[in-house]
């Protein structure tokens, strides 16, 4: 069974004294929402720092079991704040890459994250927001939503979000989207792989309830191990090592008590503990 999500900021309004809105209900959904809708959710230095802040504290807290990231307002995000990016050219060169590192971060720290985490994307997605979505594992968007990638146009490029979204669509595609920034509608995005799953508006908020109920189905340290997988084996040939090492990761990940718990409930024909909603747990 699915667990109880809400969706508490995807519409509707909120205050705008913090950039980013963090939720964290019984069963350990976090949703994190950017919230500069004014300006459609362009990420300044505040958001950036707020942004990796929550992700790092959601990181440590041992209730998460994933994290959905949404947007208050119509669009998830426009990028990079343009105001601020005009106002770096008068930066000196290591005040602007202090600048880009610390936005570089936020990325890394989203795609880094051991919690499973989801996009939940609606409105127009620009630049770094493509970058954000890219970062997470799974994205899922409306028939609306739609990206560019327009970095050229303004005389710039994608270089920070470039491993994440080339990763998700890959070389190829990333040719042609990075040097044309011309749009790209859901289905595009689907067919291309930025977008794992395309819905009706009215319903992302199920859909991602029915995505975090899978990902609940799965033992929360093998959904840490599996992450970490794919990022040994990515782009890397079959070679002795690779296949020595994962055999070694199996070996030590059989071993765990999770294992022996998921192994022992599929033969007793029973759920494994780790499926029951933390808020059924408490009552």
Request: hydrophobic fraction near 45%.
């Given at each position: 069974?699915?667990?109880?999500?809400?969706?508490?900021?995807?519409?509707?309004?909120?205050?705008?004294?913090?950039?980013?809105?963090?939720?964290?209900?019984?069963?350990?959904?976090?949703?994190?929402?950017?919230?500069r809708?004014?300006?459609?959710?362009?990420?300044?230095?505040?958001?950036?720092?707020?942004?990796?802040?929550a992700?790092?504290?959601?990181?440590?807290?041992?209730?998460?079991?994933?994290?959905?990231?949404?947007?208050v307002?119509?669009?998830?995000?426009?990028?990079?704040?343009?105001?601020?990016?005009?106002?770096?050219?008068?930066?000196?060169?290591?005040?602007?890459?202090?600048?880009?590192?610390?936005?570089?971060?936020?990325?890394?720290?989203?795609?880094?994250?051991?919690?499973?985490?989801?996009?939940?994307v609606?409105?127009?997605?620009?630049?770094?927001?493509?970058?954000?979505?890219?970062?997470?594992?799974?994205?899922?968007?409306?028939?609306?939503t739609?990206?560019?990638?327009?970095?050229v146009?303004?005389?710039?490029?994608?270089?920070m979000?470039?491993?994440?979204?080339?990763?998700?669509?890959g070389a190829?595609?990333?040719?042609?989207?990075?040097?044309?920034?011309?749009?790209i509608?859901?289905?595009?995005?689907?067919?291309?792989?930025?977008?794992?799953?395309?819905?009706?508006?009215?319903d992302?908020?199920?859909?991602?309830?029915?995505?975090?109920?899978?990902?609940?189905?799965?033992?929360?340290?093998?959904?840490?191990?599996?992450k970490?997988?794919?990022?040994?084996?990515?782009?890397?040939?079959?070679?002795?090592?690779?296949?020595?090492?994962?055999?070694?990761?199996?070996?030590?990940?059989?071993?765990?008590?999770?294992?022996?718990?998921?192994?022992?409930?599929?033969?007793?024909?029973?759920?494994?503990?780790?499926?029951?909603?933390?808020?059924?747990?408490?009552?």
């Amino acid at each position: 069974m699915s667990p109880r999500y809400n969706r508490p900021y995807l519409h509707g309004h909120t205050p705008m004294t913090e950039r980013v809105i963090i939720n964290l209900d019984a069963d350990g959904n976090a949703t994190v929402a950017l919230n500069r809708p004014e300006v459609h959710n362009a990420f300044d230095p505040a958001m950036v720092q707020q942004l990796t802040a929550a992700l790092k504290k959601l990181e440590k807290n041992p209730q998460v079991r994933a994290v959905v990231l949404t947007a208050v307002g119509k669009n998830f995000s426009a990028g990079a704040d343009i105001g601020h990016m005009r106002a770096s050219a008068k930066f000196s060169r290591a005040q602007n890459e202090a600048a880009a590192r610390e936005m570089a971060g936020m990325f890394q720290t989203l795609y880094a994250l051991k919690k499973p985490t989801i996009a939940a994307v609606r409105g127009a997605v620009r630049g770094g927001g493509t970058g954000l979505v890219a970062a997470c594992d799974i994205a899922i968007g409306t028939r609306e939503t739609n990206f560019r990638l327009t970095e050229v146009r303004l005389g710039i490029l994608p270089a920070m979000i470039s491993p994440y979204v080339v990763g998700a669509i890959g070389a190829r595609q990333a040719h042609r989207y990075f040097l044309s920034g011309e749009e790209i509608d859901a289905a595009e995005a689907w067919r291309i792989g930025l977008l794992h799953e395309i819905c009706e508006d009215t319903d992302l908020g199920a859909r991602v309830g029915a995505m975090l109920g899978d990902l609940y189905l799965g033992g929360p340290a093998a959904i840490v191990a599996a992450k970490q997988a794919i990022r040994d084996v990515r782009d890397k040939a079959v070679t002795p090592a690779i296949v020595n090492a994962t055999a070694k990761n199996i070996a030590k990940v059989r071993a765990t008590k999770e294992a022996q718990e998921g192994l022992s409930a599929f033969l007793e024909k029973r759920q494994p503990a780790w499926t029951v909603p933390a808020s059924k747990k408490r009552k």
